[in-house]
């Protein structure tokens, strides 16, 4: 299980003055469930973005894989085929069904026969829990309902890794059990993971890793326990105590759902 | 009161004698429309999407398409079509003319419908799009489009009610259409008043059909989560 499957080396990103990242290195291997937390503007999304090239970062590299990602040389969008992406405003297209929504990926962009497709997508929908909701659009679906089918979308496409960017911070608090039990369930079924997300449960319970970044700089990382009972920087501690403080709360209200 | 009974039957049998010029009219006036409309599309979503997405050239281009057409009047484009292309050589009939003119004339109106819309969609729509993976056009195509062209309907038919009424500037290039029959039974009839108000009731009564179609139209397309006209 030690297999890298994304190396971010040294990246940076400028907007216009700001710079929001001051080289970051990440390695995460195949299975791996990797947890970022910080304040928010520190660039955490920004990092996310840069690796399917949402957004082109300045300078550094990323490999997924043993294979470079540079724009011009790679094909982006067969790197983005590998990357899966869960965004916080979920970004469900809104003149299809939900079904539509999963299917779509696979028919367009892996020209996969359309019944096939349809297949998988009803597939991925039992497996998000939403089989029933299939032929709802996304304006008659609830925000836990959207996030899962856009986890499902993302799944559909079979992918390497996946990216969630802060899944359910747009969710209403009773919500986000929903999702995270989603999450919580592909992590336990070895699907590598990359997640921005200030869930103390879910860290806790499914990351393999926690990295704190702060100022576009990654300050701390390691095993859940140690950054969360043990951080060596002062920092850490701080900003640790303070969503503990903010996420108490939601964090026991999930926590209680993960271990149903 | 008995008077009034006997305008209003001279008013009708009036009707009854006109009525397969201005029919014949409405046909032309109706070509007109159809044509003009399909021609703006076939112009205006292409110039649209060039606005909004076009880089350099391309963008200038089209922008400065739109607002010359939109900020001249449409006589000057018929009469440049009409009178001013057979100096370079091209001679247009009248029909093909005025649907020419109509067309160019509803294309700069329909690229900025079209490119309103297309400014509405959330970005994150296209960042989704991308992100599994879609090319540029194929999230234009799949993405883009099938919610800008729903939030365009609307606005849009307000165009083809425009068109329509729009179509009674050809009747100045002597296309034979609604308004230039009026304009011939006037002369024939020496009766201007009934027969300008049987134009205007012919015109009433079309275009509350289309605009009847259109909605049943907008219906059928309606999704949850887009804002039609009717909800508004």
Redesign the interface.
């Known amino acids: 299980m030690s297999k890298p499957i994304l190396r971010i080396d040294n990246l940076h990103k400028k907007f216009k003055d700001t710079e929001v990242l001051k080289g970051v290195s990440l390695t995460v291997d195949e299975g791996e469930v990797v947890v970022i937390i910080g304040p928010s503007g520190t660039g955490k999304s920004t990092l996310l973005r840069c690796i ?1 090239r ?1 957004i082109e970062p300045d300078a550094g590299e990323i490999y997924l894989g043993d294979e470079k990602i540079e724009p011009g040389v790679s094909n982006l ?5 590998r ?3 869960v ?1 916080q ?7 299809l069904t939900a079904l539509q929504n999963v299917a ?2 696979p028919i ?3 020209k996969m026969d359309k019944k096939a497709a349809l297949k998988l997508a009803m597939q991925e929908l039992e497996r998000v829990g939403l089989a029933d909701k299939a032929n709802s ?4 679906l609830s925000g836990g309902q959207k996030q899962r089918v ?1 986890i499902a ?2 799944l559909a ?1 079979d992918p390497e890794i996946m990216l969630f960017d802060e899944p359910t911070s747009a969710l209403d608090p009773e919500l986000i059990g929903e999702v995270l039990e989603v999450m919580k369930k592909l992590a336990d079924a070895g699907m590598t993971m990359l997640v921005v997300s200030h869930e103390m449960g879910f860290a806790r319970e499914a990351a393999d890793r926690i990295v704190f970044l702060e100022d576009g700089v990654i300050v701390e990382m390691g095993p859940p326990e140690k950054i969360f009972n043990n951080p060596e920087k002062e920092r850490t501690r701080e900003f640790i105590s303070k969503i503990a403080r903010l996420h108490g709360k939601a964090q026991d209200v999930s926590g209680a759902d993960l271990h149903d | 009161m008995y008077q009034g009974l006997i305008c209003m039957i001279e008013l009708i049998q009036f009707f009854i004698k006109i009525w397969p010029e201005l029919y014949k009219g409405l046909i032309v006036s109706l070509q007109l429309s159809a044509g003009a409309l399909v021609l703006g599309f076939a112009i205006g979503l292409p110039m649209a999407l060039a606005r909004t997405y076009g880089k350099g050239l391309l963008r200038t281009l089209a922008t400065a398409y739109i607002e010359i057409i939109r900020g001249t009047p449409m006589i000057v484009q018929l009469f440049i079509i009409y009178y001013g292309l057979p100096d370079f050589g091209i001679l247009l009939d009248r029909m093909p003319a005025a649907i020419l003119a109509l067309g160019i004339n509803s294309s700069a109106y329909q690229a900025e419908y079209f490119r309103g819309a297309i400014l509405s969609i ?1 970005e ?2 296209g ?9 540029k056009s ?1 999230t234009i195509v ?2 883009i489009l ?2 800008a062209l ?1 939030i365009v309907l609307p606005p849009w038919s307000n165009e083809v009610v425009y068109m329509v009424k729009y179509t009674s500037v050809a009747f100045l290039i002597a296309v034979p259409e609604l308004m230039a029959r009026g304009k011939m039974l006037i002369t024939q009839t020496f009766k201007p008043i009934e027969t300008l108000f049987w134009v205007g009731v012919v015109y009433i009564i079309v275009l509350s059909i289309i605009a009847k179609i259109v909605d049943i139209f907008e219906r059928k397309l309606a ?4 804002q039609m006209s009717r909800e508004d």
């Open positions: 399917n949402l969008s067969k790197v983005r085929q990357i899966g992406m965004f405003d979920f970004n469900l297209f809104n003149h779509i990926g367009k962009v892996k659009y996304p304006a008659e856009a979308r993302a496409m | 959330d994150g729509q960042l989704a799009a991308q992100a599994l993976g879609m090319t194929q799949n993405i099938p919610q729903r999704i949850p989560g887009f």
